[in-house]
């Protein structure tokens, strides 16, 4: 079995920055591609991030600069960053990750529960 659980969300004055967890547990050998993603309500899941193994992030360019990544694979854990808030970021936060798990089988997409991030004026 394979978990990701996210933590950090909540609500935010505009203006500030808020951070937000995620972190894998349960049978995982190895994760490749991290991410972060977003729904705000009554739109699709948007991309907003990602972050290789190594380190590399890319971000979309929709957040302007706005947004950071980071990622400590020692923990199975990926962090974003959203600075400068606008009520425009409020929206349901979801991390992602591909992992192979301990049976080696081969990379699967897995999802964090989604947290709520509610950014008020």
């Known amino acids: 079995q394979v978990q990701l659980v996210e933590s950090g969300g909540g609500l935010v004055q505009a203006g500030n920055s808020v951070g937000i967890s995620c972190v894998g547990s349960g049978n995982i050998f190895n994760i490749r591609n991290m991410g972060w993603y977003r729904e705000k309500p009554g739109q699709e899941r948007e991309w907003l991030a990602s972050?290789?193994?190594?380190?590399?992030?890319t971000y979309a360019q929709s957040l302007q600069g706005r947004v950071t990544i980071t990622r400590d694979n020692d923990r199975n854990a990926v962090y974003l960053q959203v600075h400068s808030l606008k009520p425009e970021d409020t929206a349901l936060y979801y991390c992602?990750?591909?992992?192979?798990?301990?049976?080696?089988?081969?990379?699967?997409?897995?999802w964090g529960q989604g947290i709520q991030v509610t950014v008020s004026q």
């Open positions: 992602h990750a591909s992992i192979l798990m301990t049976n080696r089988d081969a990379y699967k997409e897995f």
């Open positions: 972050i290789t193994r190594p380190g590399v992030a």
